[in-house]
């Protein structure tokens, strides 16, 4: 059975510094992975998704790498501002499906950028 | 329509009642799930429709708990006899196939 563990579960820093949130996962048969940001009583918004056969993907100030073979993937933010205080969740999708469609999502880290 | 549609946004019923929430998937999104996230805790799989294949309702927690997806579109989840313990915020998400996935901003559900 996949599991998925998201390291920090909370983090705090201040405003301006590069961070990089971290999620491992025991089954590398992935067929992809995704992150999202989970905002206070809200849905969970799509940030990037890697297909396995990628090392990262990019989008604007946040860069996200997988490494297969050791389980892990990260999200590096760069140059963080208060807006990005909110929950990271990453979701990992087995090949050849499975119960929920192969889909185990981490329990997130809870980021918090002080102004 | 641009994004996945759920309502009611919030619901506070009576225990024992029964209550219906809804998901609009995206336009063209074959695969719908339903997740459920108790305050402060991880997503929880309930079920899952593909296309026009059988649902995994393997997480289903109770059978009180059921969904039906009509014409490959809506979805609607059906919990009877709510209990206080089904208070969470249901989300409901889409994607085509297994692309990326896209949810909705949930219905947080109270049960008084």
């Known amino acids: 059975k996949q599991e998925v563990t998201q390291i920090p579960a909370a983090l705090s820093v201040p405003e301006g510094e590069n961070l990089v949130l971290n999620c491992s996962f025991t089954d590398s048969a992935i067929y992809n992975l995704q992150w999202f940001r989970q905002d206070p009583g809200k849905g969970l918004t799509s940030l990037l998704l890697i297909q396995s056969s990628q090392r990262e993907q990019t989008s604007g100030r946040l860069n996200a790498s997988l490494d297969k073979s050791s389980g892990r993937s990260t999200l590096y933010i760069a140059a963080s501002q208060p807006g990005d205080s909110a929950t990271y969740l990453c979701?990992?999708?087995?090949?050849?499906?499975?119960?929920?469609?192969?889909?185990?999502f981490g329990k997130g880290t809870h980021l918090i950028i002080q102004p | 329509g641009a994004g996945v549609s759920q309502s009611p946004s919030n619901k506070v019923t009576e225990k024992g009642k029964d209550v219906e929430l809804r998901c609009d998937p995206i336009?063209?999104?074959?695969?719908l799930y339903w997740y459920r996230q108790s305050l402060g805790q991880g997503l929880e799989f309930l079920i899952y429709?593909?296309?026009?294949?059988?649902?995994?309702k393997s997480g289903l927690p109770s059978d009180r708990f059921s969904a039906e997806r009509t014409g490959g579109s809506v979805s609607t989840l059906t919990i009877q006899r709510t209990q206080q313990e089904d208070s969470a915020v249901y989300l409901c998400a889409s994607n085509r196939g297994t692309g990326e996935l896209f949810f909705g901003e949930g219905s947080r559900l109270t049960v008084l």
């Open positions: 979701a990992v999708r087995l090949g050849g499906g499975g119960g929920a469609d192969g889909l185990t």
């Open positions: 336009s063209g999104h074959t695969a």
């Open positions: 429709f593909q296309g026009n294949s059988a649902p995994d």
